[in-house]
Structures are given as C-alpha cells and as structure tokens.
C-alpha cells in the first residue's frame, strides 16, 4: 500500500494500472509500425502515434476500471477474461471515434483492429507475468503483539488478502498469563471465520516468550512491520519502550485502527478511540476543498442529468403504468450537521409501504417493492431523482448515504462516533456502498459506519473520482447485491 491524497491504494492495483498502460501504448506502437511496413496510404506522423498511443493506454484503463478488474473484490476467471474482453472492445470503439478526426477511416480501422489483436495476445503474458512476481515478490514478516482474538483476526486478515504477501511471523505475549496462550484457546467460531479463507492447513501460530524483548526478535526474525493487536494498551501490558525503539530504528508500528485503515480502507469503530480522531491525520474541511467539491458537483450533477434525461423520462412513465401513487417519493432524511432535508427518489414500493406509520429497514427482496420498483432499485436508477438534491446543495454526489431520522436516533445510541459521519455532506453514492454489500441491520450498519469513518477521515477529490469510477462496476455487474 502507499499513500495518494491521504488514501491508501493498493500496489499490486497500481502496478497492475501501469502494466496495462504500458501495453496498450506499446500496442498502438507496434499497430502502427505493421502498418507502416505494409506501406499503408494514410500513416501518421510519429508524434500522432504516440499521442494516440497514449489516448489508447488511457481509454483502456478507464474501461478496466469500469469493469471493476481493480477493485480487491475477488473476481472469477471466466468473469474477469468477460470484462477485459468488453473493456478492449468498447475503448478500441471509442478511440477509433475519436482518431477518425485526424486520421482516414481505412487507416482508423486496420490500425485499431491490429492494437486491439495486439493487445489481447499481450493481456495473458501481462496478467501471467504479474500474477508469476506477486508468487517469487518477498513476504513483508510481521510480528503481532498480542495474543487475543483480535490478534488472531488480524493474522487471519492478514493472509486472506490476496493482493498481499505477508508472513506472519508470530504472536508477542502482552502478559505473562497469555505466555503460554495457543490457537486452542480463541473461540473456534473466530478461528473459522478469521483463517478459513486460507489455502491449504491452517498453520498453528507460534507465541514468543517474553523473555526475549521485541527488539530482540525483530533482529532474530528479520521483522518488516509490527501490528499491535490489543485494544487496551494501557496498564503496562504493551511495552511502549520496546516499541518506540522499533519504530526509532524504522521498523513501522500499526495499532488496529491504522492497520484495517491501511488494509482493508475502513475505521474499526471497536478498537477506536477518541484521542486518534482528535489527534490523528485527515478530517480535512478547508473552504478550498469545500469550493473544490461544490464545483465538481455542480458540474457532474448537471452533466448526468442531461446524459441521464431519457432515462428518467421512461421511468416517470413505466412508473405511472406500473401502480398508483406518486411518481416522486419523498422522505425526510439526516443530511449535514444534523439538518433534516427531503429526499428524493422514484418511488419503488407500494403506496401503503409502512401504512402503520412505522419506519422499516429496506431488504433484499422486499415484498413491498413494486414490479418496476426492484428494476430501478437494481440498476440504481431510482436514485437519479437525488441528482437535484445536489444541485441544490443539500447532497453531494459522493458522500455517506443519508439515513431517516429515527434510524438515525436509534444508530447514534449504539454505534460509538455515529454522528461524524454528518461531518459532511450526504451522498448520491459513497466509500460505503461501493465497498460493502446490501444490508438491513443494525450489524450492516456498523460494518458501513466504518467505511463513512474511513470516507470522512480522509475525503478528497482523488476519492471522490475513485467512487465514481467504482460505482459504475457496482451498477454494471450488480455487485453488492
């Protein structure tokens, strides 16, 4: 992982991004080159090949990111081959429009057709040479202080993340009574559901002794990266000095809250605590980056309105066809700083929804959604109504999703830090629905909480992009279902 305005990318994804560029600007290259040597009538200029070379590499990577082939959500084989198939078809398409202005069609076809046969020869030794270094690339060995659940949660997150190599070295005991503590003693539900993603036997960890000092067993062990896995650190159980001199001596110490930060992009609201909100990085506001947001969002608002107007027009319609009742549906929701605004959404469920007048958690397959309703809640496309409300300034286009206010009051007396998330403004989509699936419980909401926290802490244009870009493979392929 490393850091692009405050969040965490993956570099397995960005090495990945790089490689695919670098293959399509070199296909155009080679596309060109055959051409030429076929002595074509319309060659281009050498400054228009790497132009569209570079045009080519661009398109393509945005196609890939469309199609979700960068996001950590495993993807099965035979899906994946699918949607780079379709992400090369539909950016050789676009690139051919857009070449066709300075250059003869004749020339456009053969020399997009040869890039894109190029292109699908060099994906599989691509994807095979990175899939052969991720397998040789040295493991990062990582020490665990700590010998509890949550010790044993991160050491089996650890190993679950296919996108990275770590080795988990062992366990330092934070007292002399978890000295002799071994896997036996953790609950076996949390075993099972922790280290069952492993392949092969699950390895038994091994605990240090404590008469060794962490130092000590950093240099034996050659360690990379210490997590300190214990939620109470104070009364002397985790050695402070043992771990500031690590860290003087640069080897990286995480608490639990930076390590799933780092790791899986969300904030444990479990392991957090007030002091690292107050005192950590992000939770940035500035006026710049609220004029940046507003901006964006008013352009983007209005630029899919108009793309999206046929679309809600056909809607208005299969709606009055489908059952009575209001085509709009209004409802008041919690937006920024606790103000109460109306949200707008094409109504999916029937007129007499909640009749007794009793608020309800929305679920999967509800029966109170109409025929058209489970349609356009699939594909999303109830939410366009929502594009208004953020031309108006009571939404942006990313952000946590706004809840109604009695949910609102039960969720703040049992989710710890709720209320931050009212921090900024309510959104369209968000890090939360893009990363976690469709839930309707109180365990779903804290679990989505925590990627708002992550959103909150560390907002920024570049995430607002990166949202965007992954909602669209969240609609497309119906991820999060």
Same mark, same amino acid.
């Given at each position: 992982?490393?850091?692009?305005?405050?969040?965490?990318?993956?570099?397995?994804?960005?090495?990945?991004?790089?490689?695919?560029?670098?293959?399509?600007?070199?296909?155009?290259?080679?596309?060109?080159?055959?051409?030429?040597?076929?002595?074509?009538? =319309?060659?281009?200029?050498?400054?228009?090949?790497?132009?569209?070379?570079?045009?080519?590499?661009?398109?393509?990577?945005?196609?890939?990111?469309?199609?979700?082939?960068?996001?950590?959500?495993?993807?099965?084989?035979?899906?994946?081959?699918?949607?780079?198939?379709?992400?090369?078809?539909?950016?050789?398409?676009?690139?051919?429009?857009?070449?066709?202005?300075?250059?003869?069609?004749?020339?456009?076809?053969?020399?997009?057709?040869?890039?894109?046969?190029?292109?699908?020869?060099?994906?599989?030794?691509?994807?095979?040479?990175?899939?052969?270094?991720?397998?040789?690339? @040295?493991?990062?060995?990582?020490?665990?202080?700590? @010998?509890?659940?949550?010790?044993?949660?991160?050491?089996?997150?650890?190993?679950?993340?296919?996108?990275?190599?770590?080795?988990?070295?062992?366990? =330092?005991?934070?007292?002399?009574?978890?000295?002799?503590?071994?896997?036996?003693?953790?609950?076996?539900?949390?075993?099972?559901?922790?280290?069952?993603?492993?392949?092969?036997?699950?390895?038994?960890?091994?605990?240090?002794?404590?008469?060794?000092?962490?130092?000590?067993?950093?240099?034996?062990?050659?360690?990379?990266?210490?997590?300190?896995?214990?939620?109470?650190?104070?009364?002397?159980?985790?050695?402070?000095?043992?771990?500031?001199?690590?860290?003087?001596?640069?080897?990286?110490?995480?608490?639990?809250?930076?390590?799933?930060?780092?790791?899986?992009?969300?904030? !444990?609201?479990?392991?957090?605590?007030?002091?690292?909100?107050?005192?950590?990085?992000?939770?940035?506001?500035?006026?710049?980056?609220?004029?940046?947001?507003?901006?964006?969002?008013?352009?983007?608002?209005?630029?899919?309105?108009?793309?999206?107007?046929?679309?809600?027009?056909?809607?208005?319609?299969?709606?009055?066809?489908?059952?009575?009742? !209001?085509?709009?549906?209004?409802?008041?929701?919690?937006?920024?700083?606790?103000?109460?605004?109306?949200?707008?959404?094409?109504?999916?469920?029937?007129?007499?929804?909640?009749?007794?007048?009793?608020?309800?958690?929305? @679920?999967?397959?509800?029966?109170?959604? @109409?025929?058209?309703?489970?349609?356009?809640?699939?594909?999303?496309?109830?939410?366009?109504?929502?594009?208004?409300?953020?031309?108006?300034?009571?939404?942006?286009?990313?952000?946590?999703?706004?809840?109604?206010?009695?949910?609102?009051?039960?969720?703040?007396?049992?989710?710890?830090?709720?209320?931050?998330?009212?921090?900024?403004?309510?959104?369209?989509?968000?890090?939360?629905?893009?990363?976690?699936?469709?839930?309707?419980?109180?365990?779903?909401?804290?679990?989505?909480?925590?990627?708002?926290? =992550?959103?909150?802490?560390?907002?920024?244009?570049?995430?607002?992009?990166?949202?965007?870009?992954?909602?669209?493979?969240?609609?497309?392929?119906?991820?999060?279902?």
């Amino acid at each position: 992982m490393f850091m692009v305005f405050r969040h965490h990318v993956s570099v397995a994804a960005f090495t990945a991004m790089m490689a695919d560029m670098v293959l399509c600007f070199v296909a155009i290259v080679l596309a060109a080159g055959t051409l030429e040597g076929a002595r074509s009538a =319309y060659p281009l200029q050498l400054y228009q090949v790497v132009l569209t070379g570079a045009q080519f590499a661009l398109i393509i990577s945005l196609m890939y990111s469309f199609a979700g082939l960068y996001r950590p959500t495993p993807i099965a084989l035979p899906a994946k081959l699918l949607r780079t198939v379709i992400a090369l078809v539909v950016g050789s398409y676009l690139t051919y429009l857009m070449l066709l202005i300075v250059a003869e069609p004749e020339y456009v076809k053969l020399l997009i057709g040869s890039a894109l046969l190029y292109c699908l020869v060099g994906v599989v030794f691509v994807r095979s040479g990175l899939y052969f270094l991720r397998r040789v690339s @040295t493991q990062r060995r990582v020490l665990i202080v700590g @010998t509890g659940a949550e010790a044993y949660a991160v050491a089996g997150d650890l190993k679950a993340l296919k996108r990275a190599s770590n080795d988990v070295v062992g366990f =330092y005991p934070t007292s002399e009574a978890a000295q002799g503590q071994v896997q036996d003693d953790i609950p076996l539900a949390i075993r099972e559901s922790q280290l069952s993603s492993l392949d092969g036997p699950v390895p038994t960890p091994k605990v240090f002794s404590r008469e060794a000092t962490i130092g000590e067993l950093v240099e034996r062990h050659r360690i990379d990266e210490i997590i300190v896995a214990e939620r109470e650190q104070r009364g002397g159980g985790v050695p402070m000095d043992q771990l500031l001199a690590c860290r003087i001596r640069g080897i990286p110490v995480l608490d639990l809250a930076a390590f799933y930060e780092r790791a899986k992009s969300e904030v !444990p609201i479990d392991s957090l605590k007030a002091s690292w909100l107050v005192y950590g990085h992000g939770f940035v506001q500035g006026r710049a980056r609220q004029i940046a947001k507003r901006a964006f969002d008013i352009l983007c608002s209005g630029f899919l309105l108009t793309l999206a107007s046929p679309i809600m027009l056909l809607t208005i319609l299969a709606i009055k066809l489908d059952s009575p009742g !209001p085509i709009i549906y209004r409802q008041e929701r919690v937006g920024l700083g606790g103000r109460i605004f109306m949200c707008l959404k094409f109504r999916s469920m029937r007129t007499d929804a909640e009749k007794d007048g009793v608020a309800r958690w929305a @679920t999967k397959n509800d029966a109170r959604v @109409t025929r058209i309703g489970a349609f356009i809640r699939k594909t999303r496309i109830d939410e366009l109504p929502q594009l208004l409300s953020v031309l108006k300034g009571e939404m942006s286009l990313v952000g946590p999703r706004p809840e109604r206010p009695s949910f609102v009051a039960q969720l703040r007396e049992q989710i710890p830090f709720y209320d931050v998330r009212h921090s900024v403004k309510p959104g369209v989509t968000g890090w939360a629905q893009v990363r976690y699936s469709y839930g309707a419980s109180l365990e779903d909401a804290r679990r989505k909480h925590q990627f708002d926290l =992550y959103y909150v802490k560390n907002n920024s244009l570049f995430l607002d992009l990166l949202v965007l870009i992954e909602t669209v493979s969240v609609v497309l392929f119906r991820e999060g279902q």
